[in-house]
């Protein structure tokens, strides 16, 4: 038996030849505007809450897709699985390209920003051992560190500012 070299498929039905005889264009695409989904779009509130919720606990305390879909089921959802889990994997990617637009920068102008950490040392003044409190300072912009050390915590070992290192003796 013999095919026809023309098959039925979608891509050469009748209209479909009719419109490239008539237009020259060999492809054709159709990209759906609205996504309808029936089933979940009642339930849609519920779905976004669950899974809004389930995005805030810890990694190990997270529900499977397939849980959340019982879940949604035992709130009256008569659809499918993959609905579910297609709209949830939707989901996200929205949320992950939204939490992607975060911007921190990486050059300060100068005396802008410093990192601040203090500390406990022990060291031996005079003969003596003696804790010392050490506020620990570098700056941001050209990464100079910064280590003042004083005996007693009466005397402020963290800084208010750089305004604070200026009255110390400090040039910023």
């Keep these: 038996m013999r095919r026809h ?3 039925t498929t979608s891509e050469t039905r009748p209209k479909t030849v009719r419109k490239v005889i008539r237009t020259g264009a060999t492809e054709f695409t ?32 997270r529900l499977t897709r397939n849980r959340i879909f019982e879940e949604l089921q035992a709130q009256g959802h008569e659809g499918g699985y993959d609905a579910v ?10 949320e992950v ?9 990486l050059s300060f102008d100068p005396g802008e920003a410093y990192q601040f950490d203090w500390s406990h040392e022990i060291v031996r003044i005079g003969g003596a051992t003696v804790t010392v409190k050490v506020a620990h300072l570098r700056l941001c912009h050209s990464r100079m560190p910064f280590v003042p050390a004083r005996p007693r915590e009466t005397q402020e070992p963290q800084p208010s500012g750089p305004d604070r290192w200026r009255q ?5």
């Design 30 to 61: 159709y990209q759906r505007s609205v996504q309808h989904r029936p089933k979940i779009d009642p339930f849609r509130d519920a779905l976004d809450r669950l899974l809004e919720e389930n995005s805030r606990r810890p990694k190990r305390e």
């Design 5 to 7: 070299p023309i098959s």
């Design 97 to 105: 390209a939204a939490s992607a637009g975060a911007y921190v920068p």
């Design 168 to 172: 110390d003796g400090f040039d910023l």
């Design 85 to 94: 889990r297609r709209y949830a994997a939707t989901w996200s990617e929205v």
